[in-house]
């Protein structure tokens, strides 16, 4: 049986008139940048998040950008983020001028709240959870490690469309929620997209100006910004799929059920753990195993595709050597990294193909 590790064409197939239907309207108004595709999804995706507002981006990684350049990170300044997550992250406070400071991982593949307060100097201006394959961080405590602190919040939202802390959908515990909309994430644009979300109506015009060339009406600019703004056709796309969003997680919640039951009793695998806390929305269905460079091999000669999400913890990158970290200062992070497995995860991923993930791995530790 072949099971890849994301299944984008299934997805399409089953929204695939209303996709033409939607893009086709871009097309036809030639709404290529920004427009009213874009200005609706913008306000769906406000909603579903319970936020006042959004603003399309065109990536990720440009929505970090974004919410850190606004907040005035600069030079100098320290912003405090978890070892165990993409790039990205660091990237942007980089990309800012600022160090970024990292902290170990609990055993959620979180940050560890108890580990940011002894990171903290005079220099420190921010801390970003990011809430790693789909489950949400402390945002509780980590709000109010920074309250006490005087330290700005923002959420690293890439992994967890619709993720809940208490209850509370995920975004809006700091200043911004940045999201991104990769193809192959929880809520996937057909190319490039990302997008922010706030309250705060001051820092959301801000926003707004940066991602257009620090203009609000053109060729007028009140400040330098960039070119960060959405395609219309990834607005038009994701306008579509925000109605099915929430079904599809709750579809990635019942497989990482199914996968608990069948993958229950093997006593070299371990599955995954929601927090209390949390609403998990398993972007990313993580195990950690022994063997597993042969497990890997075992399962991809069964048709059986896998990923690994990270196999370089942030310090080790050669991109880091300037920070001077060194092996062994995250014991946490850097045990998980050799053990850590993501197997297939996708809302249309079907029960028969969960069984026979879990009887496979069941046969190569016999
Ligand atoms: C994907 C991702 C990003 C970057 O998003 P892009 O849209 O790929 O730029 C940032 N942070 C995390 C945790 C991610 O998973």
Known sequence: ????????????????????????????????????????????????????????????????????????????????????????????????????????????????????????????????PVHLYGQPANVGKIREIADKNGLLMIEDCAQVHCGEFEGKRVGTFGKVGCFSFYPGKNLGAYGEAGGVITNDEELRNKMQLLRDHGSKVRYVHEVFGHNYRMEGLQGAVLGVKLKYIEKWTEMRRKNAALYNKHLAGIPQLATPKEASFAKHVYHLYVVQVENREELIKFLNSKGISTGLHYPIPLHLQKAFECYNYKKGDFPGAEAESSKILSLPMFPELTEEQIIFVADTIKEFYR
């Open 1 to 128: 049986m072949n099971i890849p590790f994301v299944d984008l064409k299934t997805q399409y197939h089953s929204i695939k008139d209303e996709i033409h239907e939607a893009m086709n309207d871009v097309l036809e108004n030639t709404a290529f940048v920004l427009g009213k595709r874009v200005h609706d999804f913008e306000d769906g995706f406000a909603k579903l998040h319970n936020a006042k507002f959004c603003l399309g981006t065109s990536n990720g990684t440009t929505s970090l950008h974004l919410a850190l350049w606004a907040l005035g990170i600069k030079t100098g300044d320290e912003v405090i983020l978890p070892v165990n997550t993409f790039f990205a992250t660091a990237e942007a406070v980089a990309v800012v001028g600022a160090k970024p400071v990292l902290v170990d991982n609990d055993e959620f593949y979180n940050i560890d709240v108890t580990k940011i307060e002894e990171k903290i100097t005079p220099k420190t201006k921010m801390i970003i």
